[in-house]
């Protein structure tokens, strides 16, 4: 991976994932590259310089708009999303971190509104109150067309996964839903809702919202995830089994244990801080966060996938290791299954391929071209 900051993964992680996302880095550079050689990582000077990044982005953007440029407004308006998000997503939880999700959130609404096919924003009814997403549509498809749900890993949100797709799923034929979930997005900043292991809970109340609209083919839906997703989809898919074929962008296993390893040694290799595990499941102390993740672990689970297959990992992956995926691999059920590892060469070595993502989106969405 490259590491622009090289004392810091994990701000080198988010970086790639900002890049993963549609971010320029020579926007980037002008505002990050005063922090590449600190000591110590200064929380509150990376949340100001991704803002200053997004703000810079928003106003071009509207000058854009302003002299009859929709096209270049709208990549400008979700580059400032994204580069807010970025810094949001390393700044604890607070004002300032309230500050910069906003600012990602309207940016977004903002792009979208400019549009010429604009994403339909849907909410779902659920156990866990309403699931905010974007729905992608299919492009050139007489009648209901097939979808492909894609969840958030621990700690993206639905406008970052909009990023990491765009176009691909549409340019095929297939719709896109992508959402924010419980312990994601909206529904925990705005609303409290930490994550859950029972995924089938959230997947069914999508699946049922789908089977609503005409636009959609009941027989036709997929399920993707990426990072922490890696259990999301694959948990819910093996019982909910409406949901035809379902795909891991990165694999997982036990990600207690995972979790409790990277506690136990303060591991550097963390993508994300150490204070997001007791934010995301809800708890107030590590200790007891450490105690519910335990339940985060598909060996119970994933004999019961009996759908299709595919989980894409990266031999270098530093966040989640490759024996995680390969354990995933070979206890699911599923008999067409594909374990893809790319090796940095032909694709992106560290998490979620953010290096060199490429070939595994254009793979996974032609997997599921294949099968729904």
């Known amino acids: 991976m490259f590491n622009y900051f090289p004392k810091n993964y994990m701000w080198s992680s988010a970086l790639m994932l900002s890049i993963m996302a549609g971010g320029d ?12 050689d600190t000591e110590e990582a200064d929380t509150d000077a990376w949340t100001r310089a991704w803002d200053r990044a997004g703000a810079l982005q928003v106003e071009f953007a509207e000058e854009d708009l302003r002299r009859g440029l929709p096209r270049s407004a709208i990549n400008r308006f979700l580059r400032a999303s994204n580069y807010y998000l970025t810094g949001e997503r390393q700044t604890p939880p607070g004002p300032e971190k309230m500050n910069s999700y906003e600012l990602a959130r309207a940016a977004f609404v903002k792009a979208v509104s400019v549009m010429e096919r604009p994403l339909e924003r849907v909410e779902v009814e659920s156990p866990d109150g309403i699931l905010p997403g974007y729905l992608i549509p299919a492009r050139d498809v007489d009648g209901p067309a097939p979808v492909v749900v894609f969840y958030n890993g621990f700690d993206v949100t639905k406008e970052l996964l909009y990023g990491f797709i765009r176009g691909e799923f549409a340019d095929r034929g297939i719709a896109c839903l992508v959402i924010d979930t419980p312990g994601t997005g909206e529904p925990l900043r705005l609303r409290g809702v930490p994550s859950r292991p029972d995924y089938e809970v959230p997947t069914t109340a999508i699946v049922d919202y789908l089977l609503t609209r005409p636009d959609i083919d009941p027989e036709r839906i997929g399920l993707l995830d990426i990072s922490l997703g890696g259990y999301y ?5 093996s019982f909910e089994h409406r949901i035809k074929a379902v795909a891991a962008w990165g694999g997982v296993w036990d990600y207690g244990a995972l979790w409790q390893h990277r506690w136990d040694t303060r591991s550097k290799h963390t993508p994300v801080p150490f204070w997001q595990l007791p934010w995301v499941m809800g708890t107030e ?19 019961h996938l009996t759908q299709p297959l595919l989980i894409v990992h990266a031999s270098g992956d530093k966040g989640i290791p490759l024996p995680d995926a390969e354990q995933a691999f070979e206890a699911a059920g599923s008999t067409d299954k594909q374990l893809r590892v790319f090796d940095g060469t032909d694709g992106g070595e560290e998490h979620c391929n953010a290096d060199d993502p490429d070939p595994a989106r254009q793979l996974i969405a032609d997997w599921f071209a294949k099968r729904l």
């Not at 989809?233 to 898919?237: E, L, S, Y």
């Open 25 to 36: 880095l020579g926007q980037i550079d002008r505002q990050l590259a005063p922090l590449r």
């Open 233 to 237: 989809a694959p948990r819910g898919a």
């Open 285 to 303: 102390t590590m200790e007891q966060a450490l105690v519910r993740v335990r339940e985060f672990r598909l060996a119970d689970a994933i004999p």
